[in-house]
C-alpha cells in the first residue's frame, strides 16, 4: 500500500511540475499579448492541477483581456474558492463585475482588499472610485424615478454660443447645414488634432437626434441590380484607421452608400472624432449612409472605456448627455433586399423571434439585462449546436442550428454581425450563414489584427470581403480617457 501512495505522490508531484511549465509557457504569451494562447496553456495547467488558485487568475485576466468578461468572472470566483486569501482574485472578479455594470459587486471585492490591505494606496483609490460610481447610479435611479429627464436639448440656446474670432476652423453653414466641403473640412481638422468648435457639434447632435428619432428600429432597404453596399463592423474610436476606409473605398456618396455597424466609440482615444464625422455623413446622406447601435453605445460601456471621459476632457458633462441620448435611437438591426440582415451583436436567446419582433422594439433607452434587444446588442456565435452561457456574461452563444432555424422562420439568407475581433478582420461561420465584420485593425494598439470591410451587391447579394492594416496615429494611447478601474495589471 505504501508503495502504492509513493508512486502516486510521484505523479502528483511530475503533475505540479508540469502545470508550473505550462503556466510559464502561457505567462510568456500572455506578456507577448497573444491572450488566446495564453488561455489554450493556463487551460492545460488548469487540467494538470485544479486545486491552484493562481492558474484560474492568470487565465482571469487573459479572458479579460480578450473581454470575456463572463468567463473572466467564473475563473475569478474560482480562484477565491481555492483561496480566500488570494488578492489579486478579487481583484479580477472586481474588474469583471465593474465591465459587466456589476458595480455593487465590485464594491463588495475591492472592500475586502482594503481590510485586508489597508495601506494599499492603489486598493483605497479602486474602492474610492467604485464607491463613487455606486452612488452616482443610485442618485440616477432616484431622479429617474422621480420625474421624467427632460431631454438635455430642451436646455440648449445653440443660436446664442458665439464662435470666438480666432477659431479659424469648420463651420456650419447658416441653419446648421451639413455640407461636403464642411465635411471634408472637419475630417482634416481633426487629422490634425483639432477640436471641432463646440457650437458645431451641438448642432450636429441635436440635428442628428431628430433623424435617428424617426427611424424604426429595424431598418429595411432594397439595394437595386447595380447598387453596391459597403459594410464596417467596430471602429472603437480608432480615427485614423476610419480615413484609411474611406481612402481606400471612397468617401460615403449616394452612389456609395455605408453601413457601420455599432460600437464606433471606447477603447480608441479618438472617439469623438469617429462619432462626429459618421453622424456628419448621416446628416448629409440621411438615405444612404447606416448606423446601426452596439454595445458600447450604452451608459454603463462609456462610462468605463473611455467616451464619457473623453467627452468630459474635450467638451462637457451635458454633452456626454446628449451623446447618451442620441445613442439611444440609434437603430438596432438593418435588412437588405429582405434577405440579409445586420446586427452588431447576433442572434436570440430563445427561438421564435420575427422580424416584426424586432420592428417593435422600444429602443429609446439603456439596454436591459436580458431580451431580444439585449441579444442583438451582446450575444455571439459558436460553433456547437444549441446555445450555451455567455463567455461575456451577457446574452448568450448560438450555435449553427440556431441560426438556421431563425434564417428559415424569417425566410432570410445570412446574417452579418461584428462584436468580435478577428484575426483577419472577418470571419465565416456556420455553414455560410453567420458572418461577422471587424474594422478596428491593431485593436487598441496591441492585437495586431486586420481590419475588414465587405462589399454587397444588390444583383447576388454574395459578399466580399475586403481587408487592410492598421495606420499610425498620434501618441495617444488607447484606453487614455477609461475609468483608471479598468487599468489592469499584470500578473
Known amino acids: 500500500m505504501a508503495g502504492a501512495a509513493d508512486c502516486g505522490?510521484?505523479?502528483?508531484?511530475?503533475?505540479?511540475?508540469?502545470?508550473?511549465?505550462?503556466?510559464?509557457?502561457?505567462?510568456?504569451?500572455?506578456?507577448?499579448?497573444?491572450?488566446?494562447?495564453?488561455?489554450?496553456?493556463?487551460?492545460?495547467?488548469?487540467?494538470?492541477?485544479?486545486?491552484?488558485?493562481?492558474?484560474?487568475?492568470?487565465?482571469s485576466l487573459a479572458y479579460l483581456r480578450t473581454e470575456c468578461y463572463?468567463?473572466?468572472?467564473?475563473?475569478?470566483?474560482?480562484?477565491?474558492?481555492?483561496?480566500?486569501?488570494?488578492i489579486k482574485g478579487y481583484y479580477?472578479?472586481?474588474?469583471?463585475?465593474?465591465?459587466?455594470?456589476?458595480?455593487?459587486?465590485?464594491?463588495k471585492d475591492y472592500e475586502t482588499v482594503v481590510k485586508v490591505r489597508p495601506n494599499d494606496k492603489d486598493a483605497k483609490l479602486k474602492y474610492q472610485e467604485c464607491s463613487k460610481i455606486v452612488k452616482q447610479k443610485a442618485f440616477e435611479r432616484a431622479i429617474a424615478s422621480d420625474e421624467l429627464k427632460r431631454?438635455?436639448?430642451?436646455?440648449?440656446?445653440?443660436?446664442?454660443?458665439?464662435?470666438?474670432?480666432?477659431?479659424?476652423?469648420?463651420?456650419?453653414?447658416?441653419?446648421?447645414?451639413?455640407?461636403?466641403?464642411?465635411?471634408?473640412?472637419?475630417?482634416?481638422?481633426?487629422?490634425?488634432?483639432?477640436?471641432?468648435?463646440?457650437?458645431?457639434?451641438?448642432?450636429?447632435?441635436?440635428?442628428?437626434?431628430?433623424?435617428?428619432?424617426?427611424?424604426?428600429s429595424l431598418v429595411e432597404i432594397t439595394l437595386k441590380e447595380t447598387e453596391t453596399i459597403t459594410i464596417c463592423g467596430d471602429t472603437h474610436g480608432q480615427y485614423y484607421d476610419l480615413l484609411n476606409i474611406f481612402e481606400?473605398?471612397?468617401?460615403?456618396?449616394?452612389?456609395?452608400?455605408?453601413?457601420f455597424n455599432?460600437?464606433?466609440?471606447?477603447?480608441?482615444?479618438?472617439?469623438?472624432?469617429?462619432?462626429?464625422?459618421?453622424?456628419?455623413?448621416?446628416?448629409l446622406f440621411p438615405d444612404c449612409f447606416y448606423l446601426l447601435r452596439g454595445?458600447?453605445?450604452?451608459?454603463?460601456?462609456?462610462?468605463?472605456?473611455?467616451?464619457?471621459g473623453e467627452v468630459k476632457a474635450k467638451y462637457t458633462a451635458q454633452?456626454?448627455?446628449?451623446?447618451?441620448?442620441?445613442?439611444?435611437?440609434?437603430?438596432?438591426?438593418?435588412?437588405?433586399?429582405?434577405?440579409?440582415?445586420?446586427?452588431?451583436?447576433?442572434?436570440?436567446?430563445?427561438?421564435?423571434?420575427?422580424?416584426?419582433?424586432?420592428?417593435?422594439?422600444?429602443?429609446?433607452?439603456?439596454?436591459?439585462?436580458?431580451?431580444?434587444?439585449?441579444?442583438?446588442?451582446?450575444?455571439?456565435?459558436?460553433?456547437?449546436?444549441?446555445?450555451?452561457?455567455?463567455?461575456?456574461?451577457?446574452?448568450?452563444?448560438?450555435?449553427?442550428?440556431?441560426?438556421?432555424?431563425f434564417l428559415e422562420q424569417n425566410q432570410l439568407d445570412y446574417i452579418i454581425r461584428s462584436h468580435e475581433m478577428k484575426s483577419e478582420g472577418y470571419e465565416v461561420t456556420h455553414n455560410g450563414q453567420c458572418i461577422t465584420v471587424f474594422s478596428a485593425p491593431n485593436y487598441c494598439d496591441q492585437m495586431g489584427n486586420k481590419g475588414a470591410y465587405i462589399h454587397l451587391k444588390g444583383s447576388d447579394l454574395k459578399p466580399e470581403f475586403h481587408q487592410f492594416a492598421a495606420v499610425p496615429h498620434p501618441n495617444v494611447k488607447p484606453m487614455a480617457y477609461a475609468n483608471s478601474l479598468m487599468q489592469m495589471g499584470m500578473m
Open 9 to 59: 505522490s510521484v505523479k502528483m508531484a511530475e503533475a505540479e511540475r508540469s502545470a508550473e511549465t505550462l503556466k510559464e509557457k502561457a505567462n510568456n504569451y500572455f506578456k507577448e499579448k497573444d491572450y488566446e494562447n495564453a488561455i489554450k496553456y493556463y487551460s492545460e495547467a488548469v487540467e494538470l492541477n485544479p486545486d491552484n488558485a493562481i492558474y484560474y487568475g492568470n487565465r
Open 70 to 86: 463572463g468567463y473572466a468572472l467564473a475563473d475569478a470566483t474560482l480562484a477565491l474558492e481555492l483561496d480566500k486569501n488570494y
Open 92 to 107: 479580477r472578479r472586481a474588474t469583471s463585475n465593474m465591465a459587466l455594470g456589476k458595480f455593487k459587486a465590485a464594491l
Open 319 to 405: 454633452m456626454f448627455e446628449l451623446f447618451s441620448e442620441v445613442f439611444q435611437w440609434l437603430p438596432l438591426a438593418q435588412s437588405i433586399n429582405g434577405k440579409v440582415l445586420v446586427m452588431h451583436g447576433g442572434l436570440f436567446s430563445e427561438d421564435g423571434v420575427t422580424l416584426d419582433d424586432i420592428r417593435k422594439i422600444n429602443r429609446n433607452r439603456q439596454p436591459p439585462d436580458s431580451g431580444p434587444m439585449c441579444d442583438l446588442l451582446w450575444s455571439d456565435p459558436q460553433a456547437l449546436d444549441g446555445r450555451s452561457v455567455s463567455k461575456r456574461g451577457v446574452s448568450c452563444q448560438f450555435g449553427p442550428d440556431v441560426t438556421k432555424r
Open 151 to 216: 431631454s438635455v436639448v430642451d436646455s440648449l440656446d445653440i443660436e446664442s454660443m458665439t464662435i470666438e474670432d480666432e477659431y479659424l476652423g469648420p463651420k456650419l453653414e447658416e441653419g446648421g447645414k451639413i455640407t461636403l466641403k464642411f465635411m471634408k473640412e472637419m475630417m482634416g481638422w481633426f487629422k490634425d488634432q483639432k477640436k471641432l468648435h463646440r457650437k458645431c457639434a451641438y448642432q450636429i447632435l441635436v440635428q442628428v437626434k431628430e433623424v435617428l428619432s424617426k427611424l424604426p
Open 248 to 259: 481606400l473605398n471612397g468617401l460615403p456618396s449616394e452612389t456609395n452608400p455605408y453601413l
Open 262 to 283: 455599432g460600437d464606433f466609440v471606447d477603447r480608441g482615444s479618438f472617439s469623438v472624432e469617429v462619432i462626429l464625422t459618421l453622424f456628419g455623413f448621416k446628416l
Open 295 to 308: 454595445n458600447h453605445e450604452t451608459d454603463n460601456m462609456n462610462q468605463m472605456y473611455g467616451f464619457e
